[in-house]
């Protein structure tokens, strides 16, 4: 029984432990945890980078979407007017 009270106790000071450096890494400004939220984005950046590193095949696909969303978009400033020709 006094085995159970003992890890209990040190399970729950270790949460603590945890969460105090936690809050010191979060006032330096180094990651975001309880107190502050992170910028819009951020948990997406974070998946995407996640997804990059367990699917390499995933992460090329959305490059290659990407560039092509950004060509178009180039290709649409020039000013040759919307397009198919109609005003």
Same mark, same amino acid.
Do not use: K, N
């Given at each position: 029984m006094m085995t159970w009270l003992a890890v209990a106790a040190l399970a729950i000071a270790g949460l603590w432990l945890a969460d105090t450096l936690l809050l010191h890494?979060?006032?330096?400004?180094?990651?975001?945890? @309880?107190r502050r939220r992170g910028s819009p984005g951020t948990s997406a950046a974070a998946a995407m980078t996640?997804?990059?590193?367990?699917?390499?095949?995933?992460?090329?696909?959305?490059?290659?979407?990407?560039? @092509?969303?950004a060509s178009r978009r180039e290709d649409d400033d020039e000013g040759d007017g919307p397009r198919g020709g109609h005003r």
């Amino acid at each position: 029984m006094m085995t159970w009270l003992a890890v209990a106790a040190l399970a729950i000071a270790g949460l603590w432990l945890a969460d105090t450096l936690l809050l010191h890494a979060e006032a330096q400004g180094w990651i975001y945890y @309880r107190r502050r939220r992170g910028s819009p984005g951020t948990s997406a950046a974070a998946a995407m980078t996640l997804q990059a590193f367990f699917q390499p095949a995933a992460q090329s696909a959305v490059t290659q979407l990407v560039d @092509r969303e950004a060509s178009r978009r180039e290709d649409d400033d020039e000013g040759d007017g919307p397009r198919g020709g109609h005003r």
